[in-house]
């Protein structure tokens, strides 16, 4: 294989990663609140809306109150790693896992359209 085919099957290793990670998250969300959720769904939107006004606040107030919950820095250091497509698979899951908060609420606008 070439550099650029490796380079390709890394990509795409990443990519199944993520989709390992939003795959679990929205099977476990439609098995646990698919029932719930529709009987609650008009609570759920109003906490929902609630939750966003508050990070909303939050973050414009951000210059003047320190919040030390959420202005915290989580860092985890890796030795240096082997490229290979295994390495490629797991950053791509750690990927995912982190940057879930940051894409949980449209993403779980999304499951909760599929879910109709």
């Known amino acids: 294989m070439d550099k650029a085919e490796i380079v390709f099957l890394n990509a795409v290793f990443f990519v199944i990663g993520f989709v390992i990670v939003f795959s679990i998250v ?9 029932s ?6 008009d609570d759920l939107r109003i906490v929902g809306g609630l939750i966003i006004i508050l990070f909303g606040v939050v973050l414009i107030l951000a210059n003047r109150i320190y919040v030390p919950l959420l202005s915290r820095d989580i860092g985890v250091h890796f030795k240096r790693l082997r490229s290979s497509f295994a390495s ?6 750690a990927f995912a896992i982190g940057w879930t ?5 449209i993403l779980g606008s999304i499951y909760a359209l599929a879910a109709e």
């Open 36 to 41: 719930l959720a529709v009987q609650l769904m």
């Open 88 to 93: 490629s698979l797991l950053f791509g899951i």
């Open 101 to 105: 908060p940051c894409v949980g609420p």
């Open 26 to 34: 929205g099977i476990a969300l439609q098995l646990v609140i698919s």
